[in-house]
């Protein structure tokens, strides 16, 4: 019995001590310059939320067609809020860490980025078969 509780107390004071991070401290101006970037974003984002309502007309008509400028505007309403939404959180938690270390949280970061066609895999799909 003895053995078993000797054994937990080392087992539970190696877990203890081992459990510290083990990663490099940041250099304070490093972690304020990814606060500030956040914050830009934040309010960046927020800002120009509205050009997601043409971004998302323009790439859905010209990925489907003619149905692309019906539902087009749909979803650049939807992608507007969700921008804005995403940017006021940025704003409000720039000094938060999270997600990973000061990463942005939507994909592309900025309204003007992400204007590329969708690259077309059908042929290799195809050629595989």
């Known amino acids: 019995m003895k053995k078993v509780l000797l054994l937990s107390a080392f087992l539970f004071t190696f877990v203890a001590v081992g459990s510290t991070p083990a990663a490099a401290e940041q250099k304070p101006e490093m972690i304020v310059e990814k606060m500030a970037i ?3 974003r934040g309010v960046t984002n927020a800002v120009t939320s509205i050009a997601e309502l043409p971004k998302q007309t323009i790439l859905t008509g ?9 539902i087009g505007p749909i979803k650049g309403v939807g992608m507007t809020l969700y921008r804005a939404l995403i940017g006021v959180t940025e704003t409000v938690f ?27 895999t059908s042929q290799a799909i195809a050629e595989q078969k």
């Open 38 to 40: 956040k914050l830009t």
């Open 62 to 70: 010209r990925d489907m067609g003619a149905v692309g400028y019906v």
């Open 94 to 120: 720039c000094m938060v860490p999270q997600p990973g270390y000061y990463d942005p949280m939507i994909d592309p970061e900025y309204v003007w980025q992400g204007w590329e066609p969708k690259r077309d």
